[in-house]
């Protein structure tokens, strides 16, 4: 069992940046994928990123790469989502997930959530 906690989402400007975390606690952190996906309003779950429990590779989505950057600090149980130059279009909740095998991108395939941040971003 592991679980997620999420923290540094907020509202800021188009152009801004943050930097989201999630700490996890339970079984050996790594031993996960990591991943974050977002949820807008009336849309479905997107996956933004994820770093492999290996340690060894990363995805990032097309939608955000050259934007966002994902890291992990196994030492500090933690995973974080550097999100700069914001857009409007990125405001959602973001979730952080993870699952005990090789990244995937579908939503479905991690078993574990936290309970989410909230990101809005003003134009």
């Known amino acids: 069992q592991v679980q997620l906690v999420e923290s540094g989402g907020g509202m800021v400007q188009a152009g801004d940046s943050l930097r989201l975390s999630c700490a996890a606690s339970?079984?050996?952190?790594?031993?996960?994928?990591l991943g974050w996906f977002r949820q807008a309003p009336g849309k479905e779950r997107e996956f933004v990123a994820a770093f492999s429990r290996s340690g060894r590779s990363l995805y990032v989505a097309d939608s955000v790469r050259g934007r966002f950057t994902i890291s992990r600090d196994n030492a500090k149980n933690t995973v974080y989502l550097q999100m700069n130059s914001l857009k409007p279009e990125d405001a959602a909740v973001y979730y952080c997930a993870a699952r005990a095998a090789d990244i995937a991108t579908t939503s479905r395939f991690y078993e574990y959530w936290g309970q989410g941040t909230q990101v809005t971003v003003s134009s």
């Open positions: 339970g079984r050996t952190f790594s031993s996960y994928t």
